[in-house]
């Protein structure tokens, strides 16, 4: 068989195809050609991104997830962090899970041997803040139970609920809490409200309600009436 022979034993493929090779000594006998060999096509390696929990639950958080995945290439997949730089945060290597993110841009890149992909940006995102402040209706008059309590809140991630002492663990819609007695007494606990949104992320108020002082009279002085149909009586 014609063509250009070589010393080495060693072939590189550079295309997929099908070949057959051919030994010839130095006499110039030529063997018998080997069988033929296909050589596959690679497929360029693919990059998936999970990113459901690429999320932060509170505002300066640092607990979104960016999960990847790699398929296709040649095998032994390294992973690599981005910011939005294209500055190395973590990697490369086989872990493919990117945890404790907070707010930014990033990119993920994998290599598979010289097969290389890499992800769009991608964007996580500060939350609002939870804010909230606090209404106070005292108690009107000493030894009722008519004082109020207004959350009032915006940001954070909606809805947001409330709770009041003594039951923190029952969260309602309303911001409002009513009927309460004053709690301004040397061994009273102030009431403990809670205002919390979807995500678990949560502002807490310790707030104390006031009484008047109680009204106190006493009778001083009777006098009685002169005579009878005077209309002259007087009491103090």
């Given at each position: 068989e014609t063509g250009t022979y070589t010393t080495t034993n060693v072939f590189p493929v550079a295309t997929a195809?099908?070949?057959r090779y051919?030994?010839?000594d130095a006499n110039g006998c030529v063997a018998v050609a080997t069988n033929a060999v296909t050589i596959l096509p690679v497929i360029p390696v693919d990059l998936t991104?999970?990113?459901?929990?690429?999320?932060i639950s509170c505002a300066g958080g640092s607990n979104?997830?960016?999960n990847a995945n790699a398929t296709h290439g040649l095998g032994g997949y390294q992973y690599t962090l981005y910011d939005g730089a294209m500055t190395i945060i973590e990697g490369p290597?086989?872990?493919?899970?990117?945890d404790n993110l907070g707010p930014g841009n990033y990119y993920v890149r994998v290599t598979s041997g010289d097969c290389v992909d890499t992800s769009?940006?991608?964007?996580?995102?500060n939350p609002a803040p939870l804010v909230a402040s606090e209404d106070i209706d005292h108690v009107v008059c000493f030894g009722q139970a008519n004082g109020k309590i207004t959350i009032n809140s915006s940001g954070g991630t909606q809805p947001i609920k409330y709770a009041i002492s003594p039951n923190l663990n029952q969260f309602v819609s309303s911001n409002v809490f009513s009927g309460l007695s004053a709690n301004d007494g040397p061994t009273d606990d102030p009431y403990t409200v809670i205002a919390q949104d979807a995500?678990?992320?949560y502002l807490t108020f310790n707030l104390i309600v006031t009484q008047p002082q109680p009204i106190e009279a006493e009778v001083e002085n009777v006098t009685d009436e002169t005579c009878l149909g005077e209309g002259d009586g007087?009491?103090?």
């Open positions: 195809g099908t070949y051919w030994v010839k991104l999970d990113l459901d929990a690429a999320k979104a997830v960016i290597s086989a872990n493919k899970n990117f769009d940006v991608i964007t996580i995102a995500n678990g992320c007087k009491v103090e």
